[in-house]
T-cell receptor
Framework: DAMVIQNPRYQVTQFGKPVTLSCSQT?????MYWYQQKSSQAPKLLFH???????NEADTPDNFQSRRPNTSFCFLDIRSPGLGDAAMYLC?????????????FGPGTRLTVL | DQQVKQNSPSLSVQEGRISILNCDYT??????FLWYKKYPAEGPTFLIS?????DKNEDGRFTVFLNKSAKHLSLHIVPSQPGDSAVYFC?????????FGTGTSLTVIP
């Protein structure tokens, strides 16, 4: 089945220790997104790639970076995680970036920062 | 600044009855609205959508209503089934700007 895969499902890191979260897709979609969702809050878009074109949301902290080496993979790098970065990180894909292009989500990676 | 709001964090409904989930938004530029359903330990999955040029869209047991003048949309599930128990997120979009609400946890009681 075509799908969006996130690894690992649970990640524990230490305060200040860099961490990378991974997302892959078999849908061959052009757009990939990273969202951060904290407890009882709405998922918040961090950035997205349209092909290799990177788009950063204005209020995404510099601590968060992303890489998309090819169509299938996208990585979220947190350079120096703080306690406030503990959250669920959701990856999504869509065929295009129009309003009508449905986003398909992975199961998420829950990040704990000790 | 929360542009999409779901003011009811939870809702309980008896099996067979109607579930109504509500969502309000503030940005009149939103042109497309979606509902997603999320089970524990899974990502949100797309449920139903509506364009801003329509006021109703129906798909089986699920109907979404849009009231643009009130900046309000609702999701009706009729009849509700225990398998519908999940968190429901509404979302609104314009271009590649995509905003989610905080979610409503629906429990359908058998």
């Amino acid at each position: 089945d075509a799908m969006v895969i996130q690894n690992p499902r649970y990640q524990v890191t230490q305060f200040g220790k860099p961490v990378t979260l991974s997302c892959s897709q078999t849908l061959n979609h052009n757009v990939m997104y990273w969202y951060q969702q904290k407890s009882s809050q709405a998922p918040k878009l961090l950035f997205h790639y349209y092909d290799k074109d990177f788009n950063n949301e204005a209020d995404t902290p510099d601590n968060f970076q992303s890489r998309r080496p090819n169509t299938s993979f996208c990585f979220l790098d947190i350079r120096s995680p703080g306690l406030g970065d503990a959250a669920m990180y959701l990856c999504a894909t869509s065929r295009g970036a129009a309003s009508t292009d449905t986003q398909y989500f992975g199961p998420g990676t829950r990040l704990t920062v000790l | 600044d929360q542009q999409v709001k779901q003011n009811s964090p939870s809702l309980s409904v008896q099996e067979g009855r109607i579930s109504i989930l509500n969502c309000d938004y503030t940005n009149s530029m939103f042109d497309y609205f979606l509902w997603y359903k999320k089970y524990p330990a899974e990502g949100p999955t797309f449920l139903i959508s509506i364009s801003s040029i329509k006021d109703k869209n129906e798909d089986g047991r699920f109907t979404v209503f849009l009231n643009k003048s009130a900046k309000h949309l609702s999701l009706h599930i009729v009849p509700s089934q225990p398998g519908d128990s999940a968190v429901y997120f509404c979302a609104a979009t314009t271009g590649n700007q995509f905003y989610f609400g905080t979610g409503t946890s629906l429990t359908v009681i058998p």
